[in-house]
């Protein structure tokens, strides 16, 4: 393992290694190739634990995964029985815990994680896959600090960007190896953006449908979302 350095000291980023590599004639990939490479070739989540979990909305089958390169854990809350895993409901939640748990008013995750339970309950075979997001840095800390510098006027986007947090693709390679162990194949998304989903044909799963998916926002949590 070496460390290319660029001619004042700096270590080399992707663009420099990308010239470099073509002056060179040499091959090269991104760490984000390699992971993407390894989510489809490699199991990389682990079954810890399930039970039966009663709620407001009805009985579920709740299952824990682990991530085991970054050991998040994730949860599948799953209805019915997946069978041949064709046609399967599926929704993916990112947690937040302000929405989620607190119900915050400013954004929609609490309210859009009690539709996706309600929905999801009402199908004979579906899954809500609920999402950690510490690998994106987004850490409860880290959501008040995007408050914070929110309150101090910037964007969501902009907040997430000022304290480092990203979209992570790994996490929907995570989530489609958990949705092939629940035995899912072929899904009905739960979803306004499918782009999300491109590429999951990579990890054994397909998209037979795209199913709108839509939870009005209080004053708060438009402000919010709109200004980002």
């Not at 060179?24 to 989510?39: C, D, G, Q, S, V």
């Not at 810890?48 to 709740?62: I, M, W």
């Not at 799963?205 to 998916?213: A, C, K, R, T």
């Amino acid at each position: 393992i070496c460390e290319i350095m660029n001619d004042d000291g700096t270590m080399s980023r992707v663009p420099e290694l990308a010239e470099f590599a073509g002056l060179h004639n040499l091959p090269m990939i991104t760490i984000a190739e390699l992971i993407k490479y390894r989510m489809g070739t490699e199991r990389l989540v682990k079954r810890l634990a399930s039970a039966k979990l009663p709620t407001d909305f009805g009985e579920f089958h709740v299952v824990a995964y682990k991530n085991v390169i970054g050991n998040e854990t994730h949860v599948a809350m799953v209805r019915g029985e997946i069978g041949d895993g064709q046609g399967v409901v599926v929704r993916v939640h990112s947690r937040c815990l302000t929405g989620d748990v607190f119900h915050s008013r400013r954004c929609p995750c609490g309210r859009q994680l009690q539709a996706s339970l309600a929905r999801v309950a009402q199908e004979p075979r579906a899954v809500l896959l609920y999402l950690n997001q510490d690998s994106q840095g987004m850490t409860l800390a880290n959501q008040i600090l995007a408050y914070e510098l929110q309150d101090q006027g910037l964007g969501s986007v902009e907040a997430n960007e000022r304290i480092g947090v990203t979209p992570d693709q790994r996490d929907y390679g995570i989530g489609a190896q958990i949705l092939r162990d629940l035995g899912v194949r072929s899904m009905r998304i739960l979803t306004n953006n499918p782009r999300k989903f491109v590429g999951l044909e990579g990890y054994g799963l397909s998209i037979v449908e795209s199913i709108p998916f839509t939870v009005g926002s209080t004053t708060d949590s438009a402000v919010n979302l709109g200004s980002g």
